[in-house]
């Protein structure tokens, strides 16, 4: 595009300026709805094929067909050269739209922008303050000033109904245009205001599709070319209550009605009619959801679009985003609504607004940006192209409106500009107008080959509507699109190469122009016939060469006398050449492309690693630990040998057994391992007495094997209350006394052990001391402990306080002996039987003999002998000890009796007349 032009066209501001209000108008990059095309109710939002201007369009788009089908690009390029119409070979001329304003009984129109602010949102050469374009200087700037939009704006036109009788026809919640009552109204609303306008209005100035470019000029079809209503409320399309942006026809809002008729003259006879009209919000601002703001241009220069016969290119069935934000007949109006995208290469072209220039030489080509150099490149598929394909090359950058779209983008961020790659399919573009399903389904008629081949414009879960993964080399760095690649240079018709590939992509400059080369032709390919193999071509190694090569050039192909697998699991051995060239040889490259393959042997490894105790031999003999090559199918066989303690255990790897010999052909390499495992031995160790009612555990040992065992009762049964877990613990508690002799099993891989034990259950263990009797000083004693339960063998010993002096406990339980002082006396005896033990405290009180006075007195003075034995001892005990009773043994008795101490006399005289000698 001519620099010029582009100041012509836009407001005269700094580019800083500039940029900053399209990026800061953007929106909010949500990803919305475009427009209604279809109700509820299954009618299809359109107006027909021949309406507004689609018919000068298809008279167009047709022509343009034949100039390039017959080469004739002067022709097919002149209108956009000159910047001026030229021949039939563009849409071209002034589009006159009305812009009318409809507004409800209940609103409040003094508070809305009026006619002359949207005035100078459409018509004008300078848009109001912040907003960047107005939508004739949007599609000056998109056309390349072939196309002026003029018109005049009216209103408003309030309806004689309130707004809750419109738009709440078909429920609170639902849409106006889901049911019949609804498009009823709404064509009520819109033939009020026509009603009203129309005494002031002579609408033939509307009327100018036909080819002279002179509204009402007699070539014309006497009807508006199309109408732009307004409303006063933000469309359903932007989350909010009024009707959603859509086109169609009044004649069918109601089954049977017709266009309105105006009072004004047709040329061609009769009265102008009005009948396609689209609708748009009238408010919204920037983000579309503002009611205060006026609208932004977005949606309305998409439904233009419709009106100079450009289909929708979102998908209209929505499984896809069709093009996505890459045009402003897929998304590209949302993404920044003040500054809506540019159309795509495609639309362009039907509409003769670009240069066409065709590829049909290989090279190195240059493509400058699509705004500024105004060229897009197209090649045709080489070969059968029944639904006539060809692909559209621009190159998409941040310039004019598309700088909004470009740096802000969506819901994927700003995109990268470069190249991008339109594959057009003919015959499904042919569907429109019959049917708004471009790209809807599973071929595009217009979609973007994706340069990161993520696709995310096919998904509408964990998709996108455009990134900077898209154009070429964009963030994925992508330099080619040929048949190998992904996306591939491939037909939709077949699925087969499109002749030619794209590589070397490069961008020559940031926001400039983009360089690529081109090549024509059949790949030729190189490989080995086993591509593990590599293959050398141009001294460069390939598992698989596969490249379009300049016809005539000669190349160098090779291949390594024997080489390694990348993993050495195989070793390729070169045998031929398909086309009988030595090992290294040249070749000349053809246009048609060729196919050579290395003929290659293979000859596997196998491998043998060895864990535990052992080894392994084979036959043939082969150093199986570093790992020995065999021709493919040869048979070999392996075995295992243990050591003496040891056992083999089973082959793991590339193949699974237990016995110790495998035998093998090798159509395949071979990384087996042979595990030895030291031989599994069971330990019963030396099980304790159970008692019967306690609980009990007792732990099986094993060692050897892998180390992991399960035990198994494998003989007898063990004693009741008891049983045997996976890992070896004999638990539980026993109920009843017994000796049981059980074999039990332990399993480690695919050894097994045996061994045998006995398990005891004992009575519980208890112990008794009767009812002893009581000790008397002096006097000898002896009482016996009993027990019961346990072994039935008993040891006792005492563990706690004491016994009174002279008595003592022995190993059998009896306590025995000669009390020798008087006192209570306790003390906690233990018996023992097996793992048994158990306590008893015993309480003994020894007493003193009952003597009296006299008693004790005569047997001292000797005039009688009273006391017997166990007395006496009694009283020597009680006194000096030293075995005779004497004065010293009777005054302790005194003493510790409190006898009364009239008796000493006696003893005392006695005592002295016997010189103090004892009896």
Not at 330 to 349: I, R
Not at 634 to 641: G, L, N, R, T
Not at 756 to 761: H, I, N
Request: glycine share 14%; proline share 6%; net charge negative.
């Amino acid at each position: 595009m001519n620099p010029l032009f582009l100041r012509r066209v836009l407001r005269p501001l700094p580019v800083a300026a500039l940029l900053s209000t399209l990026i800061s108008t953007a929106g909010s990059g949500q990803e919305r709805r475009v427009e209604a095309v279809r109700t509820a109710d299954g009618v299809t939002l359109d107006f027909g094929a021949q309406m507004a201007w689609r018919a000068k369009t298809q008279r167009v788009a047709r022509f343009r067909q034949q100039l390039l089908a017959a080469g004739r690009l002067g022709e097919l390029n002149a209108a956009v050269r000159a910047g001026a119409a030229s021949g039939t070979a563009a849409v071209a001329g002034t589009f006159r739209l009305p812009s009318v304003l409809v507004a409800f009984s209940d609103t409040d129109t003094s508070a809305l922008p009026q006619a002359s602010r949207y005035d100078s949102l459409f018509y004008t050469p300078q848009s109001i303050a912040g907003r960047p374009y107005t939508l004739r200087t949007l599609y000056q700037e998109m056309s390349n000033g072939l196309l002026s939009i003029d018109g005049a704006t009216y209103g408003w036109f309030p309806g004689p109904n309130s707004r809750s009788y419109y738009l709440d026809a078909c429920g609170t919640s639902a849409s106006a245009l889901d049911c019949p009552t609804g498009r009823q109204r709404l064509r009520e609303l819109l033939l009020a205001a026509l009603s009203a306008l129309d005494p002031s209005v002579d609408f033939g100035q509307y009327d100018n599709d036909g080819p002279d470019g002179i509204p009402n000029s007699g070539d014309d079809d006497g009807i508006v070319d199309l109408v732009q209503f307004l409303q006063p409320v933000v469309g359903g399309e932007c989350g909010g209550r009024g009707y959603w942006a859509h086109k169609f026809q009044l004649s069918d809002l109601v089954f049977g009605s017709g266009p309105f008729t105006t009072d004004d003259p047709a040329a061609g006879g009769g009265s102008i009619k009005i009948d396609p009209y689209y609708i748009v919000a009238g408010v919204g601002g920037p983000s579309c959801t503002d009611s205060r703001q006026i609208m932004a241009i977005g949606t309305a220069a998409h439904e233009l679009g419709h009106g100079l016969g450009l289909p929708d290119l979102y998908d209209t069935g929505g499984s896809t985003h069709g093009i996505g934000e890459w045009g402003l007949m897929g998304s590209g109006n949302y993404t920044s609504l003040v500054s809506p995208a540019h159309f795509e290469a495609w639309s362009k072209e039907r509409l003769g607004w670009v240069l066409v220039r065709e590829l049909t030489e290989p090279g190195t080509y240059e493509l400058g940006p699509v705004v500024l150099s105004d060229t897009v490149f197209l090649i045709r598929p080489v070969g059968s192209n029944p639904r006539g394909e060809y692909f559209l090359l621009e190159n998409k950058q941040a310039h004019g409106s598309d700088t909004s779209n470009m740096q802000t983008g969506g819901k994927a961020g700003p995109k990268r500009g470069g190249l991008l790659v339109w594959h057009i399919d003919s015959a499904k573009v042919a569907v429109w107008p019959a049917s708004n399903t471009v790209n809807s389904g599973a071929v595009h008629g217009v979609a973007l080959e994706e340069a990161d081949g993520m696709a995310h414009l096919w998904k509408q879960t964990g998709g996108n509507r455009g990134d900077s993964g898209d154009p070429y080399p964009g963030s994925a760095g992508a330099l080619r699109f040929s048949f190998d690649t992904n996306p591939a240079a491939l037909k939709n018709h077949d699925g087969g190469f499109v002749g030619w590939e794209i590589d070397s992509v490069v961008q020559l400059a940031p926001a400039g122009a983009v360089r690529f080369a081109l090549r024509f032709g059949t790949p030729t390919l190189v490989h080995a016939s086993d591509t593990v193999a590599e293959v050398i071509v141009d001294g460069a190694r390939y598992r698989k060469f596969s490249q379009i090569l300049v016809p005539g050039s000669v190349h160098t192909v090779s291949i390594d006398s024997v080489q390694l697998a990348p993993d050495s699991s195989t070793r390729f051995v070169f045998d031929s050449w398909s086309d009988g060239g030595a090992r290294t040889h040249e070749i000349t490259a053809r246009v048609e492309g060729d196919t050579l393959i290395a003929a290659v042997s293979r000859w596997y490894r196998i491998r043998v690693a060895v864990t535990g105790g052992g080894e392994v031999q084979s036959d043939p003999a082969l150093d199986l630990g570093a790992g020995g090559y065999l021709p493919e199918g040869s048979p070999v066989a392996v075995w295992a040998i243990p050591k003496p303690d040891s056992v083999f255990e089973g082959w793991s790897g590339d193949t699974a057994a237990t016995a110790d010999t495998l035998h093998l052909a090798m159509r395949r390499p071979y990384q087996l391992t042979a595990t030895f495992l030291p031989r599994l031995i069971a330990d019963a160790g030396t099980p304790a007495e159970a008692v019967r009612g306690r609980f009990y555990r007792h732990q099986l040992e094993a060692r050897g094997g892998t180390g992991s065992y399960r035990w198994t009762l494998a003989g007898g049964s063990l004693p009741a209350g008891l049983a045997l877990g996976s890992y070896g613990l004999i638990s539980g508690t026993p109920a009843e006394p017994g000796v049981d002799t059980v074999v039990v099993r332990v399993t480690s891989g695919s050894q097994q052990a045996e061994v045998s034990l006995v398990l005891t259950v004992r009575e519980v263990l208890t112990a008794s001391a009767g009812t002893p009797p009581g000790p008397v000083m002096g006097k000898p004693y002896a009482h016996s402990l009993t027990a019961s339960g346990g072994t039935g063998s008993y040891s006792w010993r005492l563990v706690q306080g004491e016994l009174p002096p002279g008595l003592s406990l022995d190993g059998a339980g009896t306590i025995a002996g000669i009390p020798e002082a008087t006192g209570r006396f306790v003390a906690v005896t233990r018996v023992v039987s097996g793992s048994q033990q158990a306590e008893l405290p015993v309480e003994l009180t020894v007493t003193a003999p009952p003597l009296a006075t006299s008693t004790v007195v005569s047997q001292l003075l000797g005039t009688a002998s009273r006391l017997n034995a166990d007395e006496l001892r009694y009283l020597d005990l009680l006194g000096n000890r030293n075995g005779s009773f004497d004065v010293g043994d009777f005054l302790a008795w005194v003493e510790a009796t409190g006898a009364p101490s009239s008796v000493l006399g006696p003893v005392l005289e006695r005592a002295g007349g016997a010189g103090g000698r004892k009896p």
